[in-house]
């Protein structure tokens, strides 16, 4: 049986490091050190044994070994914390990892007492190997990051950055997320449901009834007593990690801290309104009835896009001078010429925005001062609640039927293997993945050239032709894939990220006939729930990941 990749190991480390709290290297540098026991399904595990309840076919998968170690090393944690442990005797806050002190406490193992549900034995190991399997890991994860080697002003940067969100609350559903990760992980909890149970104890409310607003008052109040509760134990500290990550929808825990300690990360994130703003710019063309309010919109949001110092620029920019208005002027003919002139030169700026926009400051705040000004809006603050509301009307939208050419040919379907394994893939290349599905496995493999080494890699394939199937309906068009799955050493060849999600298997870059990666990226962003890329170098080119959080990019 082939042994999970190291791409595929850090998978299943930063999942149950993120639903636990804990620094994920600390499960890498386990199996690292331990390699034990050995497992069914061929590989080594992190060094976790039976304890009370916990018996040996629970340990015997590399998931669940991974599972069962991020239980262990919280439960270890929360022991020593109710023992007088505070946080700086956990943690090394200019190193940003853990203490030594914890390490070596880690080294000598945990046996969990009869009360501890889910909780494996920890065996003992060598605390030096320990320490230098932990840093190693550290590395690979800050490999690209331009993180600081004091990282001391990290929980300073975090309590500032959460304390400035309330304001920005816009009741997106992936700020909602964040503050529920949030809760959750500052309560060792292992579900939203629990942090739903745990919101409304002593509230009249009810989890199982409670609607979004009475929700977002109890997050809200819990984000607000963050500060003056937060201790600087490690938990805490991924509590806040992850909730600025999701807040802004970062690719990982290391860009997350790269932005923070180069002071880049803003509360205010106006460029989740770009869907939205784009579909404004899209309809301008078909409800443009030369209104006063409408060419002023348009004239005032072309000035402020070419960043022009009066009205009058703008009008010389659409190629209408002050001698022509002067000589126009008593005329109401030639005015009305002048007038359809400047409409025509207006609308089809407008029809250029989408190719044009690069993601530049200036261009969204015009964008956003046109949309006030045609919507009649008393301020900056009330066009954004507008394009909020237009991008929640996005995010339900039903998505588009996509209508292919029919051309009847006599098909012999064979039948469907009852579960997909990487024998069934090899012997059915032709067969789409999914029932009635688009995405066959020889896109998927290259043609057959990349195929999946293990079931995890297959699985991996799967979960995200679910999810594309989805994405292909919201285009509303066909997707042409250019690259899935991608074994490690093809990853390297292409110049492919350490810890790309091709090499797990659930990624797919592609293109779509008739529209650019710009406008693959806004059609999919409001609703996509994993990963989401665009490509200065390759502007057609769009990427989707089936990760378990909301991250999006441009590179």
């Not at 200036?362 to 045609?374: D, G, K, P, T, Y």
């Not at 009649?376 to 237009?390: G, H, K, V, Y």
Request: hydrophobic content about 40%; charged content about 25%; glycine content about 6%.
């Amino acid at each position: 049986m082939s042994q999970l990749n190291p791409e595929q190991k850090n998978y299943d480390y930063l999942i149950e490091a993120e639903r636990v709290g804990i620094h994920k290297p600390i499960l890498a540098a386990l199996n690292t050190v331990h390699r034990t026991p050995q497992l069914a399904d061929g590989d080594t595990g992190l060094g976790i044994t039976p304890a009370n309840q916990v018996i040996p076919i629970n340990l015997d998968t590399f998931g669940e070994q991974t599972q069962y170690a991020a239980n262990t090393i919280r439960a270890l944690t929360d022991n020593l914390i109710s023992q007088g442990w505070e946080g700086s005797d956990l943690w090394d806050m200019d190193e940003g990892r853990y203490s030594d002190k914890f390490l070596t406490r880690i080294a000598k193992g945990y046996l969990p007492n009869s009360t501890e549900k889910n909780i494996g034995r920890l065996e003992p190991s060598d605390v030096d190997a320990l320490i230098a399997a932990y840093k190693a890991d550290i590395l690979i994860d800050y490999d690209g990051a331009e993180l600081p080697k004091n990282l001391s002003h990290l929980d300073q940067a975090l309590i500032q950055f959460i304390e400035r969100v309330g304001k920005y609350y816009q009741g997106l559903s992936h700020q909602r997320e964040a503050m529920l990760e949030a809760v959750r992980i500052w309560r060792k909890l292992d579900s939203h449901d629990a942090v739903l149970e745990s919101l409304v104890q002593g509230t009249d409310l009810n989890s199982a009834t409670i609607d979004e607003s009475e929700l977002d008052l109890l997050l809200k109040h819990f984000i607000q007593r963050i500060s003056p509760n937060y201790s600087g134990y490690p938990h805490q500290r991924e509590a806040l990690i992850r909730f600025a990550q999701l807040w802004r929808q970062l690719e990982s825990r290391e860009a997350t801290i790269e932005a923070l300690e180069k002071e880049d990360l803003n509360a205010e994130n106006l460029e989740v309104l770009d869907p939205a703003i784009m579909k404004f710019v899209g309809q301008v063309a078909n409800y443009y009835a030369g209104k006063g309010s409408q060419r002023n919109a348009l004239t005032e949001g072309l000035r402020l896009w070419r960043q022009l110092d009066s009205r009058q620029s703008v009008l010389s920019s659409l190629g209408v001078e002050p001698a022509q208005l002067q000589a126009a002027s008593g005329s109401a003919e030639k005015m009305r010429e002048l007038a359809n002139q400047i409409d025509q030169e207006l609308v089809s700026f407008m029809k250029r925005v989408p190719g044009a926009y690069q993601d530049e400051e200036h261009q969204r705040e015009s964008l956003i001062r046109a949309v006030q000004l045609w919507r009649e809006l008393p301020n900056r603050e009330q066009a954004i609640a507008s394009l909020t509301e237009d991008l929640k009307r996005i995010i339900v939208e039903p998505p588009k039927k996509v209508v292919e050419p029919v051309q009847p040919i006599t098909v012999v379907v064979p039948r469907r293997p009852s579960r997909w394994t990487v024998a069934t893939v090899r012997a059915n290349l032709s067969m789409s993945i999914i029932p009635n599905g688009s995405f066959t496995w020889l896109e998927a493999t290259h043609g057959g050239k990349r195929m999946p080494p293990n079931q995890t890699t297959v699985d991996a394939m799967i979960r995200i032709a679910k999810l594309a199937q989805q994405a292909r309906d919201r285009l509303g068009r066909s997707m042409i894939v250019t690259s899935w799955y991608r074994p490690p050493a093809v990853n390297r060849a292409v110049g492919g990220a350490i810890n790309s999600r091709h090499i797990v298997g659930d990624a797919i870059d592609f293109v779509v006939n008739g529209l650019s990666g710009n406008q693959i990226y806004w059609t999919l962003d409001p609703w996509w729930p994993g990963g989401l890329g665009r490509y200065r170098s390759f502007p057609n080119l769009g990427h989707i990941d089936a990760r378990s959080y909301r991250a999006r990019w441009r590179n």
